[in-house]
C-alpha cells in the first residue's frame, strides 16, 4: 500500500497571507489528523476528521481550519498566518481513529517570513 | 502543560553503549505508543503497550509500560547509528471531554549514536 503523502513538502509564505496544505490518507483509512511540530513545542494535535466530520480539535486559534473530502483526503488551512506559524506540519492516517496506531506523512515545512 | 514529559531531552553515546529513556506522566494510560522520527520524516511507530508491567521486546529495544500505567520506559541494547532518531512517546487523551480520544506526544529524546 502507498503510504501517506503531503503536498507540498516545503513552502515559504509572508506574515498575513494564507496557506493550504494537502494529505492523501492510506487506501481504506478513514481518519486523518494533524499536527504541527515545533522543537520549542513539540507535536500538538491540531484536529481529527473521521469520515468528512471533524471528531477533534486541539488548542489552537481558529485561524486553522481543516477538512476531509469523501476519499478522506484532507486539506488544512491557516489564515492570517503569524511567524510563529513557522513549523512541520504532519499528517496521520489510522484505520481505527485518532487515539489508535497512527502512519505519519512525510510532512509540510512551513517557514513564514 | 504537558501530560507526557519525557527524559533526557538529548542524549549523544558511542555505538555499543546501552541506554535507557524514560516517559512519565502523573494520569494514567490506558495504553502508551512510541514512535521514531528520523531527520526529514514523519514518526514511525514502534510499539503500543497496553497493560500494566507489560515488557515488549522489538530485536535490541525493550519496552516497559509501569504497573501503574503511568509511566514507560525504553531500553536500547549495543546502540548502533542506525538507532539515531527522535523517539516519541504517545498515549490517548480526551481534547474535549466528549469521551472522543486523540494521542498526545511527549516532546521526545533526541538519540544520536556515534560511530
Known amino acids: ?18 496557506v493550504t496544505l494537502s ?3 492510506i487506501s481504506g483509512h478513514r481518519s486523518v489528523s494533524w499536527y504541527q511540530q515545533t522543537p520549542g513545542q513539540g507535536l500538538q494535535f491540531l484536529f481529527e476528521y473521521f469520515s468528512e466530520t471533524q471528531r477533534n480539535k486541539g ?3 481558529g485561524r486553522f481550519s481543516g477538512r476531509q473530502f469523501s476519499n478522506s483526503r484532507s486539506e488544512m488551512n491557516v489564515s492570517t498566518l503569524e511567524l510563529g506559524d513557522s513549523a512541520l506540519y ?11 496506531e497512527q502512519y505519519f506523512g512525510p510532512g509540510t515545512r512551513l517557514t513564514v517570513t | 502543560t504537558q501530560l507526557l514529559e519525557q527524559s533526557p531531552q538529548f542524549l549523544s553515546i558511542q555505538e555499543g553503549e546501552n541506554l535507557t529513556v524514560y516517559c512519565n506522566s502523573s494520569s494514567v494510560f490506558s495504553s502508551l505508543q ?6 526529514g520524516e514523519g514518526p514511525v511507530l514502534l510499539v503500543t503497550v497496553v497493560t500494566g508491567g507489560e515488557v515488549k521486546k522489538l530485536k535490541r529495544l525493550t519496552f516497559q509500560f509501569g504497573d501503574a500505567r503511568k509511566d514507560s520506559s525504553l531500553h536500547i541494547t549495543a546502540a548502533q547509528p542506525g538507532d539515531t532518531g527522535l523517539y516519541l512517546c504517545a498515549g490517548p487523551h480526551s481534547y474535549s471531554g466528549a469521551g472522543s480520544y486523540q ?13
Open chain 1, 1 to 18: 500500500k502507498a503510504g501517506v503523502t503531503q503536498t507540498p513538502r516545503y513552502l515559504i509564505k509572508t506574515r498575513g497571507q494564507q
Open chain 2, 103 to 115: 494521542l498526545t506526544f511527549g516532546k521526545g529524546t533526541k538519540l544520536s549514536v556515534i560511530p
Open chain 1, 59 to 61: 488548542n489552537f486559534p
Open chain 1, 90 to 100: 504532519l499528517c496521520a492516517s489510522s484505520l481505527s481513529g485518532g487515539s489508535y
Open chain 2, 34 to 39: 512510541w514512535y521514531r522520527q528520523e531527520p
Open chain 1, 23 to 25: 494529505c492523501s490518507p
